[in-house]
Every structure is written in structure tokens, then in C-alpha cells.
């Protein structure tokens, strides 16, 4: 029995395994073709409550917890995902939108995004750099009741598909870092807003890609947070993301280790299942083990947020961690198909896919240090 999944959050894993099966699956290979993410999938997704359940009913949420989140993405992602990148962006701009956002302007927008009718980006990163993310140049300024909106945001996630986007930028000196940020909600739609698509590896459903803001304007009412506090109060909203994303990328290496495990004990060689060899079962046995651990630590840190409790450095531990491991676990379950494997197909497409995590949302370097900082001290441990 797992100590943090109970028989509610167990029937709900289910209820939403059954859908991801049935709904998600099926497309997996044409939509990475395509290019395109289905909105109808996810219009049933909200329909059915699987869209940010953390979040309270007076925000369009079930008020379910961070957990219950948790088991919904990696049921989803077993089957895409780049569809269950829709779970993620839901969950992360949602927790930004309801904790720091005016009531009656965000409300709208938060019924939408967990019936499935809006879909949001998280526009940080910028040209100038990724990792050094307090280090923004986007210009903010303040005119009147309006922020005017000028510079360029990069490999941002659905850049070309979001309705909506938490954008970051500069409404401080560049002196004052991450104490001169400002988080807006910005509409897609508005004037001065342009967008490309970028060619990336994997995740090509969801998409990557640029923002560009020239003389954009938005209601300051729509500023998340304090003017020039934003990304100090904003990014707390990470942690709840590090460990969505280790369960998503887990998930696509436990589906792969299953399918990996039947795969062998079918196939024969030498008058035996290949199952039979130590040099076969032992690697996947390895990384059985790994995964199960890796997971429980993304579950212990959900768990851990639904609590209260400090849960920074665990969040960061999912996120460097799971990637990682994910990618190496479907790397070799590839190799274990031979010739079979290598073809473009689900397996290739998996290894693809979690190879981004490495990159976007924080590399494992940066989380390392937010570990180190948090064990010995942010003294111990400077900029």
C-alpha cells in the first residue's frame, strides 16, 4: 500500500488512467507529427475535472489537493506527454493567478482554464538567458492605469497556442534583479503580441517557441503580486511544478519499463526468454527500483505542499532527478527492442519527449544549488 495514495486518490488515478487509455493514447504518434494540441481532449479533460483539482471551487477547481493533481498529470502522461503538459501549465499558472491575482479578474480566466477552455503559458525565459532567470530585460512601464509592454520572451511552452500568459518583466533597474520583477496576466489576443514556433526534438504537440511584445498594453489590475516583487512571490509557485513534472516524466518511464518487461519475457533467444539473462533483467530491475523511489519522493513532496510544509529542496530533488532518470530508463528499455526500438515509433518518441525536462524549468545544475542552498544556507551557498 503507498502510504499517500488512499482509496479516493486510488479511484481517481484509475478513473483517469481509464481515460488517458481510451482518449490520449491513441493519438500519441500523430500528434507529435501534427504538431497540434487537441482541444477537444482537452475540453473532456476539464469536463471530467482532471485540470487543476488543487485548485478551490470558487476558482473552478474541486478544492482536491496538490496530490490529487499529482496522480491525474502522471496517469495522463503515461499516455502523452505533451498532452499532460496541459495538466502542468494548468496547475503552475493556476496556483500564480489564484494566490496573487485580483478576484474578479482572474476568476473568468481560472473558470476556463480548469473546464478546459483556455490554456495558459508561463512566460520567463528570456534571449539573454534561461537559468539566470531574475535576470530579465523585457521592459514593463507604468502609464497611467496601463503597463505598456516591449521585448521578447523565449522557448516558452504552447508561446503559439496559449490563450493567456503569466509574463514577467522589468519594471525595476536591472541593479535590482529579482526585486525589480513584475508578473502580469497578459491575453494572447491583445494588440502587439506576435508568436513563432520553434523545430524542437520532442514535445512537439505542446510546442516551443518565441513571444514578442511591442507596445503592449494591460490593465495594471491585471498585475499578479506586488509591483517589483513578482518573481520573488510568484516563483514559490515552482516547487508545486518541480514535482508535477517528476511524476509526468516518471510516469512516461514506468509505461516504458511495463511494456519493456512483457517485451522480453515473449522474446527468445537461444532457447530462452530474454528475461532469463542477468544482463537483461538486471538493468530493468535497477531501474524498477529507481523509478518506485523516485516516485515516492514526488508524492512525499505533494503531500508535503498539501501540509504546509517545506518542501523546496524536494521539489528541486524531483525535478533534476526525474528527468535524468527518466531519460536513461527509456534510453535502455529502447535498446532492449533492438532494431525495433530504434525505429520511429512510442519508444523513440518517449525518449524525445523527457529529454526537454533536462533543459526547460530549471537544469539540474540550478536545482542542485537550490538543494545545496537549502541544507547549508543561502550564506554557504551565494549567487
Not at 4 to 14: G, K, M, N, P, S
Not at 98 to 118: I, M
Not at 136 to 154: A, F, M, P, Q, S
Request: with cysteine; aromatic share 8%.
Amino acid at each position: 500500500m503507498n502510504p499517500y495514495i488512499d482509496e479516493d486518490l486510488q479511484a481517481i488515478a484509475e478513473h483517469a488512467r481509464r481515460f488517458a487509455t481510451e482518449r490520449v493514447a491513441p493519438g500519441f504518434l500523430e500528434r507529435d507529427d501534427t504538431r497540434v494540441l487537441d482541444r477537444t481532449l482537452m475540453k473532456e479533460m476539464g469536463e471530467l475535472g482532471f485540470i487543476a483539482p488543487e485548485l478551490p471551487e470558487e476558482f473552478g477547481g474541486q478544492g482536491m489537493g496538490c496530490l490529487a493533481a499529482g496522480v491525474i498529470h502522471e496517469e495522463i502522461a503515461r499516455a502523452d506527454l505533451s498532452i499532460s503538459y496541459i495538466n502542468l501549465l494548468a496547475s503552475l499558472n493556476g496556483q500564480i493567478l489564484s494566490h496573487h491575482g485580483q478576484p474578479e479578474v482572474v476568476r473568468p480566466w481560472l473558470e476556463k482554464l480548469t473546464q478546459g477552455e483556455a490554456l495558459f503559458a508561463i512566460a520567463l525565459t528570456e534571449p539573454r538567458g534561461g537559468s539566470d532567470a531574475a535576470n530579465l530585460r523585457l521592459r514593463v512601464e507604468r502609464v497611467g492605469d496601463e503597463y505598456v509592454i516591449n521585448g521578447e520572451k523565449t522557448s516558452i511552452s504552447a508561446a503559439d497556442q496559449a490563450d493567456a500568459a503569466v509574463v514577467f518583466g522589468r519594471t525595476g533597474s536591472i541593479e535590482s534583479a529579482a526585486h525589480g520583477v513584475t508578473a502580469l496576466l497578459v491575453p494572447m489576443d491583445l494588440p502587439g503580441i506576435t508568436t513563432n514556433r520553434f523545430d524542437c526534438h520532442g514535445q512537439r504537440a505542446i510546442g516551443r517557441g518565441s513571444i514578442f511584445f511591442e507596445n503592449v498594453r494591460v490593465p495594471v489590475n491585471h498585475r499578479l503580486g506586488e509591483e517589483n516583487k513578482g518573481f520573488v512571490q510568484v516563483m514559490q509557485g515552482f516547487d508545486f511544478s518541480r514535482a508535477l513534472i517528476g511524476l509526468q516524466v516518471l510516469a512516461v518511464a514506468q509505461v516504458a519499463l511495463e511494456e519493456t518487461w512483457e517485451y522480453v519475457a515473449e522474446r527468445e533467444a537461444f532457447g530462452k526468454p530474454l528475461s532469463a539473462f542477468q544482463g537483461v533483467s538486471h538493468p530493468l530491475a535497477n531501474y524498477e527500483t529507481q523509478v518506485a523511489a523516485a516516485r515516492l519522493l514526488c508524492l512525499q513532496t505533494l503531500w508535503s505542499k498539501d501540509r504546509g510544509l517545506p518542501h523546496t529542496a524536494e521539489a528541486a530533488m524531483c525535478k533534476w532527478w526525474g528527468p535524468k532518470l527518466s531519460y536513461e530508463v527509456i534510453h535502455q528499455c529502447l535498446l532492449m527492442f533492438g532494431h525495433g526500438g530504434y525505429d520511429r515509433g512510442v519508444m523513440e518518441q518517449r525518449l524525445r519527449d523527457v529529454m526537454g525536462f533536462q533543459i526547460g524549468d530549471g537544469t539540474a545544475q540550478i536545482m542542485k544549488t537550490i538543494i545545496a542552498r537549502t541544507k547549508a544556507g543561502r550564506h554557504a551557498v551565494p549567487a
